[in-house]
């Protein structure tokens, strides 16, 4: 292929992937907005659609880098670009489903129920800093910054300290008490809330190494830091 046609190729991946990165930080946006105020019924009809965007750019951007591989055999430079991508947005399809797994949850969670105020607010801080690790990762690939990228994957382990703080939070709050119906479905959708929002922190220190990959050439995943 010439090369005008490789670089139209090449931006036909960029915009999907900033129009995937955009909806996938919007439906963040919406998870913060249900965690505050459950009862906007119009909200969970938006994060059903964004869902469907998400799921659709996925494959749509899964086909372009198949094309873009087999028509114009990149060489190294170009070739790590394009798997990156496809990393990138296995990424971002994940954090969409997880994301929505959030909304639904948190849709039935802390109504009326004020012994979950503490954990409400330790989900709501986990939820801002798996927010900003997002940004920061979308950030570092479209801008290529190293620096950000490893400050991304620093940052998770806030995100793993979180998660074990909620669960202690859980099992000294309510161990040997008692408990209703709906306290422990409160106490279920709190647990998988903070599991989906802590597998969204992977996802981001993943898309933190593929730019890593892209900028350095150096694969860091699994501990693998050589």
């Known amino acids: 292929m010439t090369t005008n046609i490789k670089l139209k190729q090449l931006k036909v991946l960029l915009n999907d992937f900033e129009l995937l990165s955009r909806t996938a930080l919007l439906q963040m946006q919406i998870a913060e907005k249900v965690l505050q105020d459950s009862s906007l019924n119009a909200l969970y009809e938006e994060a059903e659609a ?59 969670t802390y109504q009326q129920q004020p012994e979950f105020e503490e954990e409400k607010k330790q989900i709501y801080k986990m939820l801002k800093l798996v927010d900003e690790m997002l940004r920061n990762a979308i950030f570092s690939f479209s801008n290529e910054d190293t620096r950000l990228a490893y400050q991304v994957i620093k940052d998770d382990d806030k995100v793993d300290h979180l998660f074990y703080q909620i669960s202690e939070s859980l099992q000294s709050s309510f161990a040997n008490k008692s408990l209703t119906k709906e306290q422990i479905m409160n106490i279920m959708h709190t647990n998988a809330i903070s599991q989906n929002l802590e597998r969204i922190g992977d996802s981001a220190t993943n898309i933190a190494e593929a730019t890593i990959y892209l900028t350095e050439g150096k694969d860091i995943r699994h501990g693998n830091n050589e």
């Open 50 to 108: 964004n869902e469907i965007i998400m799921d659709r750019l996925e494959i749509k951007i899964r086909e372009e880098v198949v094309f873009s591989i087999f028509q114009f055999s990149p060489k190294a430079a170009d070739l790590r670009l394009i798997i990156t991508y496809q990393d990138i947005t296995t990424n971002l399809e994940r954090i969409g489903d997880m994301l929505l797994n959030v909304i639904h949850y948190t849709k039935t």
